[in-house]
């Protein structure tokens, strides 16, 4: 039998047939290897499925809009100090690390302020309500997880020269921070720019 001689070892043929059987399944073998990297390496990062997040973060997620708002201002009670004011709105279910998170962790939340010559820092960046603080063993044992949820506050004392006037002070800033929910985080970095509240914005918060 011609076909039978064909497809025995022996044969030219027959080797012809098992190279390119045992090519098109070492490319099985990879391909099934290559999917299940895949889907270990996204469950590692937290990848994010429809079925994972509800609407809103599936809405925010389409559009990069990083659930975090930032605003800044600077005020200044009667007879005292400036105050510079830095904070931090998150969505519900998301959080942020504290300014004080030890090394060895998630990462630090961080405040840079741009150089300037309108106003010194005398008083550094404080936290205006202390962060939720939990101890995970399987993960950082000892090692206290501050973070800090729906908004947060920070303020630091600052002094203005003499010869400059409050009104144009400007003081820029950047806010690094990670942000996350039950099923990914995200790196987001927040620019902002605070002046001295006028008058009526004092009056319209009293």
Not at 7 to 24: F, W
Not at 114 to 143: G, H, M, N, R
Request: proline share 7%; aromatic share 6%.
């Amino acid at each position: 039998d011609p076909f039978t001689r064909a497809t025995q070892p022996d044969h030219p043929t027959g080797r012809k047939i098992g190279r390119r059987i045992n090519m098109y399944s070492f490319r099985i073998i990879v391909a099934v290897v290559t999917i299940y990297f895949l889907q270990c390496l996204g469950a590692h990062f937290g990848a994010v499925t429809v079925q994972d997040v509800g609407e809103k973060d599936e809405t925010r997620i389409a559009n990069q809009v990083p659930p975090v708002r930032v605003t800044a201002s600077v005020r200044r009670e009667e007879g005292g100090p400036a105050t510079l004011v830095v904070r931090v709105d998150l969505d519900q279910g998301w959080k942020i690390y504290s300014i004080t998170q030890k090394r060895g962790g998630p990462p630090a939340t961080r405040i840079e302020l741009a150089p300037s010559k309108q106003f010194k820092v005398t008083e550094s960046l404080q936290a205006t309500s202390k962060p939720k603080v939990q101890v995970y063993d399987d993960i950082w044992p000892d090692l206290p997880i501050e973070t800090h949820e729906g908004s947060v506050s920070w303020e630091a004392t600052i002094s203005i020269p003499r010869e400059v006037s409050p009104g144009d002070v400007v003081i820029e800033g950047n806010v690094r921070m990670q942000a996350e929910n039950s099923t990914r985080a995200i790196n987001v970095s927040k620019k902002f720019s605070a002046e001295f509240e006028s008058p009526d914005q004092k009056d319209g918060q009293d």
